[in-house]
């Protein structure tokens, strides 16, 4: 008899849901929110009136793209946390109603987890011990990996996220919301080497972005009191010099924790991820040092229900559910 896990997501700006059958996602239905474009950042409040109006449409559709109805539905996986309160209050409140109703188990997933799970989508499907390095907009972690539920955080930002940092500068280029695949697009036709940014370099497997958010605005400054048009004027050598310093900052590190951790099948995850520079760069670093990669299908390295579903497929094979009592955790942390 199969299994049917309902995955939910809506830690932040996507509405998703995903039907997994015995560990098989089905399909993965995203809702995106473009109304926070003008406002150059997620709005935590329109966030949560978004998902309330696409909840019910979205789960509807993935139910009926996979020709089943939510009685068919054996378990409920849903994301508890990290991300907006507000936001995750309407997925897990919407997953809670459903198995109360249905008398079915819930699975509360963390969402770093999930996005390292992501691997287990498709194949090809990285063999353990892997190195997964996480990278979004609100985290950039190096996580150990040694089973299904066994991940260990050994280095992570100790303030800005990686995505955090591209969004931020791209502001300041005046490039748009969402930052970084306009700094990616733009970076494609840009001299990597123009320009130099000082790069942090803080203990052990740690990163810290604060720095050069800091240093490209003083840059801009600078060379605007000179060049009114210095960004107009250099725009893509500016977008590539930048992702090109990020990008190194993220694999010093972890060239570092694969040597240290003698491990060389290494993955990326997270909605920066999709990042093309970084997943040429990941490619080039392979072939230097004999690394086995893995990276996921562009869908499934943003917010996506399906590696939800698939988080939930593994923790219900391990006998981990949870119950109404679990609340949303926006500051979740890896462990948890």
């Known amino acids: 008899m199969s299994t049917v896990i309902l995955g939910i997501e809506s830690s932040c700006d996507e509405t998703a849901a995903a039907v997994c059958k015995d560990g098989q996602i089905i399909n993965n239905i995203i809702a995106t929110q473009s109304i926070h474009e003008s406002y150059g950042g997620v709005v935590p409040e329109l966030a949560s009136r978004a998902h309330q109006k696409n909840i019910v449409p979205v789960i509807s559709e993935a139910l009926n793209a996979a020709a089943i109805t939510l009685q068919d539905v054996d378990a ?8 907006l309160l507000g936001a995750l209050l309407v997925g897990s409140s919407f997953a809670k109603s459903a198995a109360l109703a249905l008398d079915i188990p819930l699975i509360p997933i963390n969402h770093m987890q999930a996005h390292v799970l992501a691997h287990f989508i498709e194949d090809p499907k990285p063999t353990f011990p892997f190195l997964c390095l996480t990278v979004s907009g609100g985290h950039t972690q190096i996580v150990r990996v040694d089973d ?4 260990t955080v050994i280095g992570q930002s ?9 969004d931020k500068c791209a502001k300041l280029l005046g490039v748009g919301y969402p930052g970084g695949p306009r700094v990616d697009k733009l970076a494609q036709t840009g001299d990597p080497h123009r320009f130099t940014f000082p790069q942090s370099d803080i203990p052990d497997l740690d990163y810290s972005f604060s720095g050069i958010k800091t240093a490209f605005m003083y840059f801009l400054r600078d060379e605007k009191r000179k060049n009114e048009q210095f960004i107009e004027d250099n725009l893509h050598d500016l977008a590539a010099s930048l992702q090109f310093t990020l990008i190194d900052m993220l694999f010093k590190k972890l060239k570092k924790a694969a040597k240290q951790e003698k491990i060389k099948n ?6 920066v991820s999709a990042n093309s520079g970084l997943r040429k760069h990941l490619q080039e670093e392979a072939k230097k040092h004999g690394w086995q990669v893995f990276i996921p299908k562009f869908e499934f390295c943003t917010d996506n229900a399906a590696m939800i579903a698939t988080a939930g497929y593994y923790q219900l094979q391990a006998g981990k559910t949870g119950s109404l009592r679990d609340s949303p955790m926006p500051r979740m942390s890896f462990s948890t």
């Open 76 to 83: 409920i996986a849903y994301t508890q946390g990290p991300g």
């Open 266 to 271: 290494i993955a990326i995850a997270g909605g």
């Open 148 to 151: 299904y539920l066994t991940m």
């Open 158 to 166: 100790k303030d800005d996220a990686v995505g955090e940092a591209f």
